[in-house]
T-cell receptor, first 113, second 113 residues
Framework: EDQVTQSPEALRLQEGESSSLNCSYT??????LFWYRQDPGKGPEFLFT???AGEEKEKERLKATLTKKESFLHITAPKPEDSATYLC??????????????FGRGTQLTVWP | DAGVTQSPTHLIKTRGQQVTLRCSPK?????VSWYQQALGQGPQFIFQ???????QRGNFPDRFSGHQFPNYSSELNVNALLLGDSALYLC????????????FGPGTRLTVT
């Protein structure tokens, strides 16, 4: 069964204190791994897509990496406005479930000044 | 360029009632997926529509049904509402049958009392 596990569930950082969020996955034939940011009561905002092991993507203070078993979202020198829930999702390559996203429960990040 | 829009923003219903939620996809997108997000959880896939047909379905009962119109907009209908149906309902769209990257709307918050 396709599964996504995110850790930690919650993370509190001081402004400027870099850290990483983890997403481990079990999927038959990974088609893509996605990172989203979600603010309270709002829809997920797309951040990155990673397709194959070794791939890296960067956007401002965020950098996403992918291995065969997990993905990391590295946050460098975070600011309070980076506070949000970060969701990881995978899309399987099998025909029967092609297109659906399997989400983890998310990591709730709080950055305090 | 308008993103994915959903209506209404909030909705309060009583157990046993029926509800219809609406979604307009991002311009140029023709595939619409619906997700349910309970508090503190990641989004769960309900179903996906392409060319006005339900292409995939997650583990949701038949009380959940949908429709896609020729202009690619979509509706989610839920019959015989239960307290457990209270959640944030998210619509996501993707372009031209390329379901790699799905863009989410702001969601509809449904409360069942």
């Amino acid at each position: 069964e396709d599964q996504v596990t995110q850790s930690p569930e919650a993370l509190r950082l001081q402004e400027g204190e870099s850290s990483s969020l983890n997403c481990s996955y079990t999927v038959s034939g990974l088609r893509g791994l996605f990172w989203y940011r979600q603010d309270p009561g709002k829809g997920p905002e797309f951040l990155f897509t990673l397709y194959s092991a070794g791939e890296e993507k960067e956007k401002e203070r965020l950098k996403a990496t992918l291995t065969k078993k997990e993905s990391f979202l590295h946050i460098t020198a975070p600011k309070p406005e980076d506070s949000a829930t970060y969701l990881c999702a995978v899309q399987a390559g099998r025909g029967s479930t092609l297109g659906r996203l399997y989400f983890g429960r998310g990591t709730q990040l709080t950055v305090w000044p | 360029d308008a993103g994915v829009t959903q209506s209404p923003t909030h909705l309060i219903k009583t157990r046993g009632q029926q509800v219809t939620l609406r979604c307009s996809p991002k311009s140029g997108h023709d595939t619409v997926s619906w997700y349910q997000q309970a508090l503190g959880q990641g989004p769960q896939f309900i179903f996906q529509y392409y060319e006005e047909e339900e292409r995939q379905r997650g583990n949701f009962p038949d009380r959940f049904s949908g429709h896609q119109f020729p202009n690619y907009s979509s509706e989610l209908n839920v019959n015989a509402l239960l307290l457990g149906d209270s959640a944030l309902y998210l619509c996501a769209s993707s372009p031209l049958d390329s379901t790699y990257e799905q863009y989410f709307g702001p969601g509809t918050r449904l409360t069942v009392t």
